[in-house]
């Protein structure tokens, strides 16, 4: 046993104090984790559950083998904050690029019609490919030009923490619906496209989603350029593409990464953060926290005094948006799409995906197995019902949609539901949401439900994170 050096255990409490914890393991946390670990700063991951994602992961079925994950997820162009986080963690090859915007549309019936975006400049690249497209008339695509020009008229920042600093805009008191209705755009094209768009990114009832967010939304994935309209798909399963990666990148940068970690309270003294307190009862110090749970997860860790004050008590105003993923395995394809659409229906999207069977009847582990994800979004209506029912609303849409589905048998189904997938995007929202920096000295908020100017996306929390490491590190 080596001897004991007072100096070296002076040291060794000196970077346990420099240390940097950040509390959950989700993109939000990780992308905060790994931009300070980028930036020479000593990071602590603690993540309470056995796996890294949050929401946002990938899992093992136990039935069939397959790898699925929690909740059909995409990425755009236009997350330059996660494409930049990918980059860094070496996995951006796995995410699977359209060249150009193609999404595809079934209806009952099985027509099937597309829009694709041309190889023009922006805005010209969308609105060639709307005029060229089979999935409008002519009066839906003028109705199209004219939401375009207005969302060129419109004052919409391009960078998403401005969204929170700049002057009202009328359309943040409208919802989607209203503001739609009042750019004239007709019933069929809101319920055909605008609100199967609003879903897909909003996880929200245009009913009450709000037109501020939704406008930005447009704006930056469909108008901007033809590279930030580009579609990507995870050709792995979503954790393959970061989680692992991420924990590894810290822990190589003289970081720790620890799972099973839960922390049952944040330390305060004199009106700055001092650590965290474990469930087990053990205390860890540092002088710098970054809290990346969930916005109805946060109350529960802080200390009561600071639950009541008004920086932290209007996130409690903020409300839950389910969405349900109904999984369903059949003996032959039904589509050869990767993802589509839906037009009329329940459901909403369709993903194409194909894993190995094992252990059920007619398959074999060598053997592919035709799979799609199917996507509720706004689920709000549908959270309570029953995954027979689901299953059943699901193959019977699938037989009016898709004639090839009709003579499929089902062999297996699994319907996953998140109640609080994702925070409610509704008018007003913006002042529940805060910004990084809190009231606490060291005390700094992520996720996607924080100040962000996004909806509760991949992209919204990967920005958090790295807007909490910016404010950390701008202390140095």
């Not at 049952?264 to 009106?271: P, Y």
């Amino acid at each position: 046993m080596p001897p004991f050096s007072p100096g070296q255990a002076m040291r060794d409490l000196t970077a346990m104090a420099d240390e940097i914890l950040v509390i959950s393991g989700g993109f939000a946390g990780l992308a905060a984790g790994v931009a300070l670990a980028k930036a020479g700063r000593r990071v602590r991951l603690l993540e309470q559950s056995q796996h890294w994602g949050g929401r946002a992961r990938s899992f093992r079925d136990a039935v069939t083998g397959s790898v699925l994950d929690n909740g059909q997820h995409i990425l755009m162009g236009c997350y330059h904050r996660t494409l930049h986080f990918l980059e860094t963690l070496g996995t951006l090859d796995r995410i699977r690029f359209q060249p150009r915007m193609t999404v595809h549309f079934i209806e009952r019936g099985g027509r099937r019609s597309a829009l694709r975006c041309l190889g023009l400049p922006a805005p010209w690249h969308l609105l060639a490919g709307v005029l060229t497209s089979n999935a409008f008339s002519w009066r839906e695509k003028r109705e199209v030009l004219r939401l375009g020009a207005a969302l060129e008229r419109g004052p919409h920042p391009t960078d998403a923490r401005e969204s929170s600093r700049r002057e009202p805009n009328p359309i943040e008191k409208m919802t989607v619906e209203d503001w739609l209705q009042a750019l004239g755009q007709s019933e069929g094209l809101r319920r055909n496209f605008w609100d199967l768009l609003c879903l897909a990114s909003m996880n929200e009832d245009p009913k009450i989603a709000s037109a501020g967010i939704f406008a930005r939304v447009l704006s930056l994935a469909l108008f901007r350029s033809p590279s930030d309209s580009r579609i990507g798909i995870p050709s792995a399963g979503l954790s393959d593409c970061y989680t692992g990666a991420a924990a590894d990148y810290v822990r190589a940068r003289s970081g720790q990464a620890e799972l099973g970690k839960c922390v049952a309270a944040l330390l305060t003294r004199g009106g700055a953060v001092r650590g965290v307190r474990l469930e087990d009862g053990a205390d860890i110090e540092a002088k710098e926290v970054v809290s990346a749970v969930p916005w109805h997860a946060l109350t529960r860790i802080l200390p009561a005094e600071l639950a009541q004050h008004p920086f932290f008590a209007r996130i409690q105003e903020l409300r839950p948006a389910p969405i349900i993923s109904i999984d369903l395995w059949f003996d032959r394809p039904i589509t050869g799409l990767d993802f589509a659409g839906l037009r009329g229906t329940t459901i909403q999207w369709l993903f194409n995906r194909c894993r190995p069977l094992s252990g059920l009847e007619g398959g074999s582990a060598d053997s592919k197995a035709p799979y799609v994800s199917l996507v509720i979004s706004g689920a709000r209506g549908h959270i309570s019902r029953a995954q027979e029912d689901l299953v059943s609303t699901a193959i019977r849409e699938l037989g009016e949609l898709m004639p090839r589905a009709r003579d499929a048998r089902l062999l297996r189904s699994l319907v996953i539901k998140e109640p609080y997938a994702t925070f409610s995007p509704a008018v007003g929202v913006d002042a529940s949401r805060p910004p990084s920096r809190t009231p606490i000295r060291g005390l700094y908020l992520a996720g996607d439900w924080t100040a962000t100017g996004l909806p509760a996306t991949i992209e919204g929390a990967v920005e958090s994170g790295y807007t909490a490491a910016e404010a950390i590190l701008e202390g140095y």
